[in-house]
């Protein structure tokens, strides 16, 4: 059951209404606050090419297995509950969080939507954070995406914050660094950047992700060293 407080209470209300408005008009002429067009405008409604683009686990979790078909599966939801235990009964919070960062990154046609799908994850990751055991091995992972979405929600302080608890959790991992270096890069800040990569890279010697990043800030410092200097004094021409 999902945790119970106003802002978790308004959007059931923006999806109840959804559901009235779904009723009476086709599903590619939504679009209010959380619509986005071509799909239903709750999550909860499982549209398959969504639940496609989750991990294989999340069809076996609470809620999922029971609206999407063949998910009902002793065997597979008792092989997840053995690799996740008790935490894995709050796992479908964070695949509602995982579609709505989809919906936000990938199908979100206007800035309140993205940020409507953006904020509303936040919640679903905090559930299963409050319920994970510090050694959940997905924990890391959960901050991550946490943390990311703070970013793009403009809270970065907080979003840094979740990145560096996760890299603590597991220092091998390697995408809170490459998300890290990136808010970093955008920031300006090259040198910090670049010293979270060299970090990471200590850890995973062989991530392609964190290697690709170093070259582009190697790229980067390579362009402004060869580039004219503004304001320098020009030679003159020989007549």
């Known amino acids: 059951m999902k945790a119970s407080n106003p802002v978790r209470s308004l959007c059931s209300v923006v999806f109840a209404l959804g559901s009235v408005l779904a009723a009476s008009i086709p599903a590619h002429g939504q679009g209010g606050v959380g619509g986005v067009p071509g799909y239903p405008d709750s999550i909860e409604a499982y549209d398959t090419r969504e639940v496609a683009m989750l991990p294989p686990y999340c069809i076996y979790t609470q809620s999922f297995r029971d609206r999407v078909p063949g998910a009902d599966n002793p065997d597979q939801i008792k092989r997840w509950h053995t690799v996740m235990g008790d935490t894995f009964k709050a796992m479908h919070h964070y695949c509602w969080g995982m579609m709505k960062t989809n919906r936000a990154i990938l199908l979100a046609r206007t800035r309140q939507t993205r940020m409507f799908y953006l904020h509303d994850s936040i919640g679903e990751f905090d559930y299963v954070i409050r319920s994970a055991p510090k050694d959940f091995v997905l924990l890391p992972e959960i901050l991550t995406k946490k943390g990311e979405n703070l970013i793009r ?49 200590s850890f995973s010697p062989d991530a392609k992700g964190l290697k690709m990043r170093l070259a582009e800030l190697d790229a980067v410092k390579d362009k402004r060293m060869t580039a004219p200097q503004s304001g320098m004094p020009q030679q003159p021409v020989n007549p």
Do not use: N
């Open 153 to 201: 929600l403009g809270r970065a302080p907080l979003g840094i914050q979740e990145l560096t608890r996760a890299i603590e959790l597991k220092p091998d991992y390697w995408p809170p660094y490459a998300y890290l270096s990136d808010h970093y890069k955008a920031a300006g800040d090259i040198k910090k950047a670049r010293e979270v990569l060299e970090k990471a890279l």
